[in-house]
């Protein structure tokens, strides 16, 4: 079941049937947990009425009704020529056959309400007035289509599933209800609710005088509490087990479910004991325990009364013996019924205390958890947020439950909690961490139902999955899979470098560089465009090690955007980090093409003092170096009378004029101080987030060229 899941979604009610509840996800050791079983193919099918329609009622005389022989019969065709059309009775033309029939066309209304969900997908009010729609005009093939495209994007909707599957039994078959309710199950295994309805609809199908029909319900219970019977809340299917074994007549099945029962831990543990208690004293212990188990507990109580020794042998007869004038012997060897009495209290006794201290550790569990499942409000899926104490809540519980040791009942409550919690990606981030070191197969499974269903237009869950496939050594699936969520969601910064940074790192290098070509060349005349060419000129500089195509491309993108201070920045030390003695030149050109910008004057100002600290440690040349400094100092005077502007009227507020000394400045993280890596901040723009840039100065001594204020 493929599927695009929501941002947003509602579900309906675990525990009622409220069409707005939903309920629970996998519940196995490894997800997906175990699909119900398949019912009988032909149980619950509709039987043919007539099994012989299409047959002619009254079939034509095998011998000719015209004896006359056919004067001038037609010629054989031969082999490549096309069978003749088939003779009807009598000589007549066969009937034409009827052409196909087209199903109707849906109703308008049908029409406008679907064109309305199809044009907001995530309006979970316009899917809910749809399948309101098909549901009261009783449309089956529009109830089908509807409803199909709504799991697509909800399928934790519990209440929805089981609308369909009464709409499908109602309309169509109880085979085709079931089969919808199995793909109900698939999407939401913990959904108690559900698997309660699929087998009372298997039960109302099946034949109970089949001999396998008893089986295939058991197989059903069975398969139901694998996926579902750990969750804490999931008593009424354990006691909906024990009562149909109860009719049957099957006591000893009855014990066997109390025996796993009774170690669960359960929101009703109590009430189960109670009920295992007055199983085990209202029924005789032989017809309760299993052979195995009603001898070990006799050889527990000791040797019992000793079996009476067998009557002799009976002498025979002579012949016209009467039986009834011999004189009746008195019969020995059965116990006096008050000692078989006693006997049974002692074997109940013995069975009640052996399981009581299996009770009293579930008893312990139980306390451990009881504040967690207190604070689940919310059990079911909606499209409505979560109150932040229940989200805080789900935290500490999964936290607990990991740390408690148990594989089996985690992964339980992953799932439980990811149906309350859907549409919050950190808990499916975190359930694929706990998987991902257990079992890759359960963590990729996870992966797929959250990108695919739940989280379609989150680009975090989507990356890690990338991640996680190359990390796995998938690296054709990483590929696909970034490359369809950025044709998706196009336009994520994020997901343009992930892809890059792919490809660069398996040796594809002219793949990335034309991935940042295309997102560049996408983005001409916007930030993001020279955001591009900046990674570009770094790629092809650092990876490529061509510094004179790297500085083309920073030329070309401040043409087009001279008053970028971020790409004058960038260009000026990509040619501070050649080398210096010999790139004085190409250094010098990038402080006096920034200087002749239409960039503001505070960003003018920390170059021209950056030009003089560079001349001051690497220039060659005196003369340079003095008329560099009678710049600056006229930059200074002008700067300084800007700053006295305010004073005399200017509304101008603080926070919108830059300082030379804001750590926060433009022109980055440049280190012209000499001495180890010339630039140990290559790494610094991958530290911030991809949509902004937050260059700081490390210069500590900038105050040598400031005038006082």
């Avoid at 006359?68 to 020529?81: I, K, L, Q």
């Avoid at 000791?302 to 007869?317: F, T």
């Avoid at 959250?450 to 680009?459: E, I, Q, V, W, Y």
């Avoid at 916007?526 to 990876?543: E, I, M, N, T």
Wanted: with cysteine.
């Amino acid at each position: 079941m493929a599927a695009e899941g929501p941002e947003e979604g509602a579900g309906g009610s675990a525990g009622s049937g409220e069409a707005m509840d939903g309920d629970g996800d996998s519940a196995s050791a490894e997800p997906p947990p175990p699909a119900p079983p398949d019912p009988d193919p032909g149980t619950g099918a509709d039987p043919d009425p007539d099994p012989g329609t299409g047959a002619d009622p009254d079939p034509a005389p095998c011998t000719d009704p015209d004896p006359d022989p056919d004067p001038d019969p037609d010629p054989d065709p031969g082999p490549g020529a096309a069978p003749p059309p088939p003779s009807a009775p009598n000589g007549a033309p066969p009937p034409a056959e009827p052409p196909p029939q087209e199903p109707p066309p849906f109703p308008p209304e049908f029409q406008r309400l679907w064109g309305a969900a199809q044009g907001s997908p995530h309006d979970f009010g316009a899917w809910t007035e749809l399948l309101a729609y098909v549901e009261q005009e009783e449309l089956l093939e529009a109830a089908r289509r509807a409803f199909d495209a709504f799991f697509q994007r909800y399928p934790y909707c519990y209440g929805y599933w089981r609308k369909y599957a009464e709409l499908e039994r109602r309309l169509g078959s109880a085979r085709s209800a079931q089969q919808v309710l199995e793909r109900g199950l698939q999407s939401i295994p913990l959904s108690l609710e559900l698997w309660l309805h699929y087998i009372s609809l298997l039960q109302s199908s099946l034949d109970p005088a089949r001999p396998e029909s008893a089986q295939r319900v058991r197989g059903a219970f069975e398969a139901a509490l694998a996926a579902a019977g750990m969750d804490f809340r999931s008593d009424k299917l354990w006691e909906s087990y024990v009562e149909w074994e109860r009719e049957r007549g099957d006591l000893r099945a009855v014990t066997a479910i109390y025996d796993r029962l009774l170690s669960m831990p359960t929101q009703l543990y109590s009430h189960h004991w109670e009920r295992f208690k007055e199983h085990v004293l209202q029924h005789p212990p032989g017809a309760i325990l299993s052979p195995e188990e009603l001898l070990w507990v006799r050889s527990k109580l000791g040797p019992g009364p000793a079996p009476a020794p067998e009557p002799p042998p009976e002498p025979e007869r002579p012949p016209g013996h009467r039986e009834e004038e011999e004189e009746e012997e008195p019969r020995t060897g059965a116990p006096p019924e008050p000692q078989e009495d006693l006997d049974q209290e002692k074997i109940r006794e013995l069975v009640i205390s052996m399981r009581q201290q299996i009770y009293a550790q579930n008893e312990a569990e139980v306390s451990k958890r009881w504040n967690f499942e207190d604070g689940i409000k919310r059990p079911y899926f909606h499209v409505k947020p979560l109150e932040r104490a229940q989200l805080r809540n789900w935290r500490e519980y999964l936290d607990f439950e990991v740390a408690a040791g148990s594989h089996e009942r985690s992964i339980v409550l992953f799932e439980r909690c990811l149906i309350a919690c859907a549409l919050y990606e950190e808990f499916w981030v975190k359930y694929t961490r706990y998987l991902e070191s257990r079992t890759v197969p359960g963590a990729r499974s996870v992966f797929q139902r959250a990108c695919g269903f739940h989280l379609p237009r989150k680009p975090n869950i989507h990356l890690l999955w990338a991640a996680f496939e190359e990390k796995q050594g998938n690296v054709d699936e990483a590929r696909r899979i970034l490359r369809s969520f950025e044709a998706a969601v196009p336009g994520l910064a994020m997901v343009r470098l992930r892809r890059v940074a792919l490809e660069r790192r398996h040796g594809r290098v002219a793949e990335a560089e034309a991935l940042l070509l295309e997102a560049m060349r996408a983005n001409e005349g916007l930030p993001l465009g020279s955001f591009y060419a900046v990674k570009l000129a770094r790629q092809v500089c650092k990876v490529q090690k061509n510094l004179g195509k790297a500085r083309k491309v920073l030329v070309e993108a401040l043409e087009k955007d001279p008053e970028n201070a971020r790409l004058h920045a960038n260009l000026l030390e990509m040619e501070f980090g050649a080398d210096v003695g010999q790139n004085e030149l190409n250094t010098m050109s990038c402080f006096e093409r920034a200087l002749r910008s239409p960039l503001p004057h505070e960003a003018k100002l920390l170059f021209s003092q950056r030009r003089v600290e560079f001349l001051e440690d690497f220039g060659s040349s005196i003369h340079s170096l003095l008329k560099a400094y009678d710049e600056h100092q006229k930059i200074l005077k002008a700067h300084a009378a800007r700053k006295r502007a305010p004073e005399n009227g200017s509304e101008e507020p603080d926070d919108k004029r830059l300082r030379p000394d804001d750590p926060s400045g433009l022109l980055g993280p440049q280190n012209f101080s000499g001495g180890g890596d010339p630039n140990p901040s290559y790494n610094y723009w991958y530290q911030q987030g991809y949509g902004t840039y937050g260059y700081q100065s490390p210069w500590g001594y900038g105050h040598h060229y400031y005038g006082q204020s």
